[in-house]
């Protein structure tokens, strides 16, 4: 099925469709991706259904990060289908931040770092009903000033309830309970620092791998799991498409003048695709560690990774190839097969 935006402006938008070496590249992207997915969906599979259990807890955790990270690779795989590069990249950085996050889990403290991460969101939530909810929030004021006083009460009661079911969680399991006695011992640390700066900000933040570790920030987590080197790329070049400061390189300049670009236009992908594959071996070195798994495991995951290296480096020569979205016969040639 064809939009009918892609028909009214077809001379907006890049047909992978109607370049074959182009098409041919983009099929072998999948092909690699598709073979990630699939080792990660294994690794799912063999954790929830399989004799490679852990601790049931923490096998919980690591199959939720797996889901995601499926979840994001498939979803670059589908914007590469269609040429959609660069908006690869907002999915890149979030697929970075999970498995970087997994990794830090696994490598050791797992129990107690698995329970800080499950818990932040719950944590996000109360806090966030405790500033909604509180005497002077704007939140109360403007409902009750609108006379909407029983949408403000019926929300209330939602979050008496969350906040209930919450110290129920907490108080389910000792490891819940460490790790929120070492959460507001952080918090308090914080809070004093904060009157000792003479900070005026109403609110203290932690990040849930402050918890467990002397880590404050997600350059420091990168650091303490041996990726420091990637940062830059991540939070320098990444972020012009998260914060939406790249609009101006749509525009081409050469000796005939100012021109635009198509949209997905299929050019310098190799990057993305290549930080995507680095990342997933990352998470996948990760878990088969957690795993524990013998030789025989080791043995057959080294024979997948040398033909993956093989696969991997041919795409990305053949995305080099791209250099333009009407590529000259000598590229076309160069892209291998």
């Known amino acids: 099925m064809v939009d009918d935006y892609l028909r009214t402006f077809k001379g907006m938008f890049f047909d992978v469709e109607e370049s074959e070496p182009v098409k041919s590249t983009i099929d072998q992207v999948g092909s ?31 199959c939720l990060f797996v889901r995601k990270i499926m979840e994001q690779l498939d979803a670059i795989n589908v914007l590469y289908s269609v040429g959609l590069f660069t908006q690869a990249q907002i999915i890149l950085r979030s697929l970075i931040e999970n498995i970087i996050s997994m990794k830090f889990i696994v490598k050791e403290d797992t129990k107690k770092r698995a329970a800080a991460y499950l818990l932040e969101h719950h944590y996000q939530e109360i806090e966030l009903g405790d500033e909604q909810f509180s005497e002077n929030s704007n939140y109360r004021n403007e409902l009750l000033g609108k006379g909407r006083e029983k949408q403000f009460n019926d929300g209330y009661e939602r979050y008496k309830k969350k906040k209930a079911a919450f110290e129920r969680i907490i108080k389910s ?59 830059q790329a991540i939070y320098g070049g990444l972020s012009f498409e998260t914060h939406a400061l790249n609009s101006t390189m749509d525009m081409s300049v050469d000796e005939n ?65 791209i250099k333009d979205t009407k590529s000259s016969k000598e590229d076309q040639e160069n892209i291998k097969l």
């Open 32 to 62: 690699v991706l598709s073979s990630i997915i699939t080792r990660y969906g294994e690794i799912e599979n063999e954790i929830s259904y399989g004799t490679s259990r852990q601790d049931d807890f923490v096998d919980t955790v690591i």
């Open 257 to 321: 003048g100012i021109s635009l670009k198509y949209i997905r236009n299929p050019v310098g992908g190799s990057s993305t695709f290549s930080l995507a594959c680095t990342f997933s071996m990352v998470g996948l070195e990760a878990l088969y560690k957690y795993l524990n798994d013998g030789e025989e495991e080791k043995r057959e995951f080294r024979e997948f990774f040398r033909d993956y290296q093989k696969e991997r480096d041919i795409v990305i020569h053949n995305l080099d190839m």
């Open 173 to 231: 399991k000792e490891i819940f309970q460490q790790v929120d006695n070492d959460r507001k011992a952080k918090l308090k640390q914080k809070q004093r620092q904060k009157r000792r700066n003479n900070n005026k900000k109403n609110r203290v933040y932690i990040h849930w791998y402050e918890v467990c570790s002397n880590v404050s920030n997600f350059h420091r987590l990168m650091k303490e799991t041996g990726y420091e080197r990637y940062y």
